[in-house]
């Protein structure tokens, strides 16, 4: 995956985000999208942004799957 950002200025139209970019980013949220919902996990350092993508549908349940 390769993050780009639109730029605001005159020149290139797409440019590399800076950190300043996910400054906002909240450490972990969810989106639903065509009823799979997928999980992201963001781990912001100095030197990078790690971004963790889980998804899925809640039902069927997987017969191995239990709940306590």
Avoid at 17 to 38: C, H, Q, R, T, W
Wanted: aromatic fraction near 16%.
């Amino acid at each position: 995956m390769q993050l780009i950002e639109e730029s605001q200025v005159s020149g290139e139209r797409f440019i590399l985000p800076s950190k300043n970019v996910f400054s906002n980013l909240d450490e972990s949220f969810y989106v639903l999208i065509d009823d799979i919902y997928y999980e992201v996990i963001v781990e912001k350092k100095d030197e990078y942004i790690w971004f963790v993508f889980d998804y899925g549908k809640p039902n069927p349940l997987d017969d191995k799957l239990t709940n306590h």
